[in-house]
């Protein structure tokens, strides 16, 4: 998770501006302690109980304030590296 989240927070994607939200979906595996290392550069939501991807999905969606939305599992699924390509690739 913490690799995840500074990759994602140094990912240049100017000239737009970053808001980065965390859904934590009832997490026992450590995950809150390591969101307090970062709270100042991410929005955290927390989840009293375990309702799956797709309810932490919805959960992030309706804080979500920006144009373009990436969805990052903490899996590293995808690189965050290639989020400013993508938004330039959706921009043009």
């Known amino acids: 998770m913490a690799e995840l989240l500074k990759r994602v927070l140094s990912a240049d994607i100017s000239p737009w501006t970053k808001e980065v939200i965390v859904v934590d979906d009832a997490s026992t595996d450590g995950t809150p302690g390591i969101l307090k290392g970062f709270r ?35 899996d590293l699924e995808y690189d965050p590296v290639d989020i400013p390509a993508l938004l330039k690739k959706l921009d043009s």
């Open 40 to 74: 100042k550069s991410l929005k955290v939501i927390r989840l009293d109980e375990n309702g799956g991807k797709g309810t932490a999905v919805r959960r992030g969606l309706s804080e979500a304030l920006g144009d373009y939305i990436v969805i990052q599992d903490a």
